[in-house]
């Protein structure tokens, strides 16, 4: 997946960008230039590591240590992250499912050319927004049921912050900051 879009992202954004001195050839009476592909090929890695980086947060931060992290001070943003980090593989797991059952009642893909492929899609995807919204107003009901948010409310966390974790923290903090600096005096520029 990540060698595709890195592509494609190279590729596509000579289109979108104008900046640079090497002309490779014209589109149109527009210059394509070389430093266009290259910032392309930036944009394109720094892409694939933002999805590495969530998929390395999907599996580090589960929905407990997110209720852990965001709970107690900011309840309904932890309650939304531990949700939504519960969504995303339950969504695929529920559109297989979904489109399993379609193929079962005899809905293939063979023969149907790309309207069909498009309405049945659409079916698929519309079953699948329902039944998550659907499942979400019930998770909603059954924490409001159980107290989530009161001021009082206490829960129980198996987690402690080690000292190991305060010195991360802080190192994470001052890297952090740094790149904050870095930004803000116009050292980050690609």
């Known amino acids: 997946v990540e060698i595709p ?3 494609f992202t190279a590729v596509i954004q000579p289109i979108f ?16 230039t070389l430093e266009a592909y290259i910032y392309g090929a930036a944009a394109g890695v720094l892409l694939i590591s933002v999805i590495r980086w969530c998929s390395c947060i999907r599996v580090l931060l589960c929905g407990d240590k997110l ?6 001070f900011i309840p309904v943003l932890g309650l939304t992250f531990s949700m939504i980090m519960r969504f995303i593989p ?4 529920r559109y297989a499912q979904i489109h399993e059952a379609q193929l079962a009642m005899g809905r293939k893909l063979e023969n149907v050319g790309l ?6 899609f659409t079916k698929e995807i519309s079953i699948l927004i329902s039944w998550t919204l659907e499942n979400s107003i019930e ?3 059954y924490m409001e049921a159980r ?10 966390h198996r987690y402690k912050l080690k000292n190991t ?7 994470i903090v001052v890297i952090f900051a740094a790149v904050a600096v870095g930004i803000v005096c116009g050292y980050a520029d690609m």
């Open 5 to 7: 879009l890195f592509l």
């Open 17 to 32: 960008s104008r900046s640079g001195t090497t002309v490779l050839y014209y589109v149109n009476d527009n210059a394509v």
């Open 67 to 72: 209720m852990y992290l965001f709970g107690r």
């Open 90 to 93: 339950l969504l695929k797991q």
């Open 115 to 120: 309207f069909g492929k498009m309405s049945l």
């Open 139 to 141: 998770t909603s009901a």
């Open 147 to 156: 107290g989530y948010g009161l001021k009082n409310r206490t829960s129980y």
């Open 165 to 171: 974790d305060i010195a991360v923290l802080i190192y």
